[in-house]
Structure formats: structure tokens, C-alpha cells
């Protein structure tokens, strides 16, 4: 992995301040807006999520036909400036809507075009496995640093600063990207309608199904818990550090399982649905846990979760190099995981309703979900990847 790779990896990294710092913002902004509630927020979230979902269709077939390095530039420059934006919005929930629907445009310029530029420095097949799931390290390591940074800065400085200290963050780390970025030539592109065609194929449709599943579950606990724990811990907007400190380290032990996924010498698909399995376990014990019980199940529930999330948006689409459409199924398979992404912006409130201010019907949904993605993997690896795979094995005995 040379110096290239560390350049787009620390890049999409970056683009975590601009993605989760809402969920650090969300609890000042109810402490202090007395007409913002959940149902509002949860609005403001799944119109950023809506957004991305639909970025991300659109910018992973156009960013196929561009040199990726450029388009990844490009949208943390145009996010940081939303973010700028976002934070005159005070309590104003169309403001807040309008401003992190474009911002959500703005992030999906990213993915896709990440996975790309790296699918573009491999040299075969082999080093494209091996680095994508090193790649999905960066989004996990990007949420921990951002969540910390955003929950110390909002707790130091006031709501503004979640969305002002991550303007600099992207501002920054756009242009030096464009500055850095190395001089490569791209193959031709082909047909637009084939390059659909390639990316509406089985094995990628039914990643994106598995993902639309599996974001529930991690955008869920990527949204969500900093108000559980803000609740629970019957917190101030001055204690925001507290929480910060608490959810940080959610993506760093999904930083850990992952490396021991990625050392396990089986098909990725198989460790996938193992470590979904184990993921629905530990929601089933989550809410019969609290204080510090519930956090250690819930970081266990983290080491497994991020695996096969990395599986899914970067392993896979990486697989279709030779078809030409890494950076449109990249897009195809995340814009699916971000409908789930939507979906559960919208489901928590509601389910949270359900129970009354309790969070138990929010734990028992996670729990069938990740059994769900785990049967959707299994459905696609054995129609699909596990045939292909044998069809290679064969393949130099047959020539």
C-alpha cells in the first residue's frame, strides 16, 4: 500500500466530519431549540440520507467517466461550504432541512469515486481484495476522530461549532487532494446503457439489498445512540465530551473486528455471515444490559458490524474491475444501503413512541435485521460467488 492509497484513505476519512457530526449536533440543538423534537430531526436526517441514497445512483455512474481523484476533491470542498452554511441555520427546521439535503448531495460525490481510485492503483485482483477492506477502515476511523472532534467542540463552543469545525476539516483536506493527486491514465469508457446493464446484475443488486439491511442497523447506531446515551445519562449540552467519549469508540472497535476479518482465511462471504450472525446476538442481549454492561455489548456488537458493512460497499464492488463498473455498483450498492439509511431515520422516532420512551423495540428491530442481511449474503454468495469462484479454481485446469 503505497503513498497513493494513504491519500484517498485519509480523504474519505475526512469526509466523516461532514457526515456524522449531525448526530453530536442533534442533542444541543433539542437542548436548545424548544420546537425541535425528534420527529424534526429525524426528518433532517433522513433528508440528508435521502439525498446521499440518491447522489449516490447518480454520482457512481457519472464519476465512472471522470478521473475519480478530481470528483472526490470536489465534493469535500462543496460539502465544507454547506457546512459553513448549516451553522447560521440556528433553530430553523427548514433551513436545517434544505441545507443538509444539499450537503447530502454533496458527500455522495465520494464512495464511489474512493472505491475507484483504488480499484485504478491495484495491480490485480488479489491486492484489490486485500486493500478494500483496509480501505473501509477509513470511514470507521473518520467517525471515531470526527465524533470526538465534533462532541468536545459542541461542548466547548455551542451547536455552530459541529458544523464550523468540520468545514475547515473538508475545506482543507479537498484542496490538498487536488494538489496531490498522481497523473494516471483511465480506460475508455463504455456505453452508458451497458454500464447500467453491468451494474444491475445479480450479485450487485442483491449486495445492495444486504446493504439497504445492514444500514439500518449501523446508520441506526451511527444516529441515534449519542441520544440514547444523552437520555440515559441525563446529560447537558455542556456534557456533550461525556457522550462523545462514550460513542467514539463504537467505530474504533469496528476498526478492530475488521482487522481480524480481514486475517480470517475463509471466504469473505462466509466470515460476513458469521460475524452478522454474532451482530444480532449481541442486540438480542443489549437491552437486558445498562451502564457500563451496555457499552461493552454494544462495542462487542460494533467489532462485528463493520466487517461485513466493508464486505458489502467495498470488497464487492471492487470484484467487477474487468466489468468497468467499480465506481457505479460502488454507488448502486451504498445509494441502496442509504435507503435503508432513510427508512431508519424515520423508523427510531417511532419506534421509540412504541415503547413509550423505551428503547426495546428499537434493539429487537436491529436484532432481526442483522439476521436478514446475514441471509441475504449467504443468498448471494451461494447463487452467485461461490459458483464463480470454482469456475477460476477450474479455470486454469480447462484452458
Known sequence: MNKTFWNIWTSYAT???????????????LATYQD???????????????????????????????????????????????NVFLGFTAGFFILLFIGEVLDGGFQAMGWSSIVRANAEIQKDAKSREKTSTILGTSYQAGNSIAWLISAFAVGTWGWQAGFWVASVFLFVRGITLLLTKPKMEFKPKQKIEAQVKATLS???????VSLCLLNMVRYGVITWIPLYFFIEGKFGVGDMGKVGLKVFLIPIFGIFGTLVYNKIKIDKDITSIIFLSLLGISFIVFPFTTGLAATVVLLIGSFFLYGPHVFLVTTCPSRFKDENVVAASAGFIDGMGYVGTVLIGLIV??????????????????????????????????LHFKFNNACKEEAPLNP
Open 202 to 208: 445479480f450479485p450487485i443488486v442483491m449486495s445492495g
Open 349 to 382: 422516532p417511532v419506534l421509540v413512541d412504541m415503547g413509550k420512551g423505551n428503547w426495546k423495540y428499537v434493539f429487537i428491530f436491529w436484532v432481526v435485521l442483522s439476521f436478514a442481511t446475514a441471509i441475504s449474503v449467504t443468498v448471494a454468495y451461494f
Open 36 to 82: 425541535l423534537n425528534m420527529q424534526s430531526v429525524g426528518l433532517v436526517s433522513s433528508g440528508f440520507f435521502f439525498a446521499y441514497a440518491i447522489g449516490q445512483f447518480l454520482h457512481g455512474q457519472i464519476s465512472e467517466r471522470f478521473n475519480p481523484f478530481v470528483y472526490i476533491s470536489l465534493g469535500l470542498i462543496f460539502s465544507a461550504i454547506m
Open 15 to 29: 469526509y466523516y466530519f461532514g457526515k456524522v457530526n449531525l448526530s453530536i449536533v442533534v442533542p444541543a440543538l
